[in-house]
T-cell receptor
Framework: DAGVTQSPTHLIKTRGQHVTLRCSPI?????VSWYQQVLGQGPQFIFQ???????GRGNFPDRFSARQFPNYSSELNVNALLLGDSALYLC????????????FGAGTRLSVL | QKEVEQDPGPLSVPEGAIVSLNCTYS??????FMWYRQYSRKGPELLMY????GNKEDGRFTAQVDKSSKYISLFIRDSQPSDSATYLC??????????????FGKGTKLSVIP
């Protein structure tokens, strides 16, 4: 069974650019969450989506946005990139009704130069 | 004070040892308690989750939750070199409208020496 898949694996951007990260949840999972993990820290919650609606948002600026598609896949967009946005971006999915229990993908490593 | 405190280590043990990993928390609204294992440059892998105070066992792993003390632990018996990874504790709370967010500790880096 395929787990959570994320693309691309690694991305290099320069300050001020825009980036789009993609995530496909585990089959049957309808909820998708996004997290940012800076080196040496635990992941920080950015968004949670369910049935294409934003259900929760962490303490991140408006430069961060996301959406979920009818097939439950999701995109995370970050505008006007800053050096501090360099991190591992993780997508997690969960079954409806058990959004507490989240399964993570391998992540997209974003480097901002 | 951070909501979840976890000693980052590093922790180094000989193969076969019993490993004890711990987290403390301050937020009484946390509902579920999880342990994730993260290998270098990989995503976190869910090891165990529990809802209530008490112990939960799965093979060589035992998760323990004490809600009255706001303290959770993960024990690894007969540790193996393949257990070498960073272990993250995580706790969930409602983030509104049926949404739940996880709050993580910093992670403890474990090395099991053959």
């Amino acid at each position: 069974d395929a787990g959570v898949t994320q693309s691309p694996t690694h991305l290099i951007k320069t300050r001020g650019q825009h980036v789009t990260l993609r995530c496909s949840p585990i089959s049957g999972h309808k909820s998708v969450s996004w997290y940012q993990q800076v080196l040496g820290q635990g992941p920080q919650f950015i968004f949670q989506y369910y049935e294409k609606e934003e259900r929760g948002r962490g303490n991140f600026p408006d430069r961060f946005s996301a959406r979920q598609f009818p097939n439950y896949s999701s995109e995370l967009n970050v505008n006007a990139l800053l050096l501090g946005d360099s991190a591992l971006y993780l997508c997690a999915s969960s079954f409806a009704g058990t959004e507490n229990i989240q399964y993570f993908g391998a992540g997209t490593r974003l480097s901002v130069l | 004070q951070k909501e979840v405190e976890q000693d980052p280590g590093p922790l180094s043990v000989p193969e076969g040892a019993i490993v004890s990993l711990n987290c403390t928390y301050s937020n009484s609204a946390f509902q579920y308690f999880m342990w994730y294992r993260q290998y270098s440059r990989k995503g976190p892998e869910l090891l165990m989750y529990t809802y209530s105070s008490g112990n939960k066992e799965d093979g060589r792993f035992t998760a323990q939750v004490d809600k009255s003390s706001k303290y959770i632990s993960l024990f690894i018996r007969d540790s193996q070199p393949s257990d070498s990874a960073t272990y993250l504790c995580a706790m969930s709370e409602a983030a509104g409208a049926g949404s739940y967010q996880l709050t993580f500790g910093k992670g403890t880096k474990l090395s099991v020496i053959p």
